[in-house]
């Protein structure tokens, strides 16, 4: 049942070094650089994107994610889901406006797998890069490299998958398009969406909390997946697997990882979900197919590689 | 003409021995010899599969992850290979990711 939440609205990534950092996200990927504020942090946005950001560099000792927000329907709508998270005995902390550049307040706390989310209402809307929202053109000219249409989702890997699905389902009014069962019934992965995506956030299960997996960005088409690939050759950037398509929503895909090893995914295509659809399962007896839908088998690495 | 210098890296445990041209990283140059003697993740300092603890030898290293590296560990040789520029050959033992005997403080 929607209960307001929107969209994924930014996440907030460490790195160990801002400068590579930023001609990764800017150069390769073709982000648009939008702000910076005085903590030293840069604001990059993709270019359909109506809100002035949704990725935040951060320099840092240690390379992963700080939070991924999700952008709610109204300030109404904030109040009424803190309370109901608070009621499931969690701590919900309110972070005033302008602690994010141009941001309202945001709702921050933290999920049973320990990874930090935030809801907000209010973010500046700058409109689409480069295109008037009046007569618009198809896209614009001077984008960079990848060209990333939109931050899209994240996928973290954390121990209390149960504990989230509870939160994100029954709370925040997600559903579960998609999961991965084990042999005994247990779920070791959820693809959860508030929207007619396959998923705008998904959870594996692993031994630690708060780990992260990747961040990810859509292209439109299978194409632009393999200029991607092309690219990351070109670049000698750090590669993981792909171009190849995912079972587990069927989008065509690659992964790779930025210069302080936080890991990326551009890909285009795969399902969608209604509110009517029922949950899509996926056997752990066939992960393999289930993660890389040609090869039939992980890489180690997909399991091992997180930060 | 400019001959460019070699360091000999010698993998104990795994009993191989690769060799990484000056101001080249370690586990990039291990990668392009096609050698698997260190196991290869993200390649940036960020997940820490090619810990390695670098038993003689000099090097440097750009900055690493420091939920990987603790201090005390830098300070005992361990190191992320994709990370370190060797200046010497070196005598490395690989294998060393999540080894929680290195993490506690001393
Ligand atoms: S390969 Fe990830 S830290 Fe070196
Ligand atoms: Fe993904």
């Given amino acids: ?307 | 003409m400019n001959a460019q210098r070699h360091f000999q890296i010698q993998v104990t445990n795994r009993q191989q021995a690769f060799s990484v041209p000056e101001g080249e990283l370690l586990l990039h140059a291990m990668e392009k010899a096609c050698q698997q003697a260190i196991q290869v993740g993200c390649r940036g300092g960020g997940c820490g599969l090619c810990k390695i603890k670098v038993l003689e030898g000099a090097f440097h290293t750009k900055r690493m992850s420091k939920a990987h590296i603790k201090e005390h560990e830098a300070e005992a040789g361990f190191a992320l290979a994709c990370r370190v520029f060797p200046e010497s050959d070196l005598v490395i033992e690989s294998d060393h990711f999540n080894d929680l005997s290195t993490q506690q403080t001393a």
Wanted: aromatic share 10%; hydrophobic share 40%.
């Fill in chain 1, 1 to 307: 049942m929607k209960k307001g939440v929107m969209r994924p609205g930014h996440v907030q990534i460490r790195v160990l070094d801002l400068e590579e950092a930023r001609k990764h996200y800017v150069d390769l990927l073709g982000l648009i650089e939008m702000d910076s504020d005085d903590q030293g942090r840069v604001y990059l946005k993709a270019w359909t994107e109506v809100d002035k950001y949704s990725v935040i560099l951060k320099e840092a000792d240690e390379p992963g994610m700080d939070f991924m927000a999700f952008k709610c329907l109204n300030e109404a709508v904030l109040d009424s889901l803190a309370e109901e998270i608070r009621a499931l005995g969690m701590t919900v902390t309110e972070l005033p406006a302008g602690d994010l550049k141009d941001c309202g307040r945001r709702m921050q706390f933290v999920v049973p797998t320990g990874h930090t989310f935030e809801l907000f209402a209010t973010k500046e809307q700058t409109g689409k890069w480069g295109i008037n929202n009046v007569n618009p053109e198809a896209w614009p000219r001077g984008l960079k490299g990848m060209q990333a249409t939109r931050f899209d989702h994240c996928l973290m890997y954390g121990d209390d998958l149960e504990g989230n699905l509870t939160l994100f389902r029954d709370v925040l009014g997600f559903d579960l398009s998609e999961q991965v069962i084990d042999p005994e019934g247990n779920r070791i992965a959820l693809f959860l969406t508030a929207s007619m995506k396959a998923h705008d956030v998904a959870f594996i299960k692993h031994p630690e909390k708060n780990k992260f997996h990747h961040a990810s960005f859509y292209l439109d088409t299978w194409q632009d997946v393999l200029k991607a690939a092309d690219l990351i050759s070109m670049t000698d950037t750090s590669i993981d697997i792909g171009p190849t398509r995912h079972g587990l929503t069927h989008g065509q895909t690659i992964y790779f990882f930025d210069p302080s090893g936080n890991r990326n995914e551009v890909f285009a295509g795969g399902d969608y979900h209604y509110p009517d659809h029922e949950t899509v399962t996926w056997k752990a007896e066939q992960l393999g197919k289930a993660i890389f839908y040609h090869d039939r088998q992980l890489n180690e690495r997909f399991l091992t590689a997180l930060t």
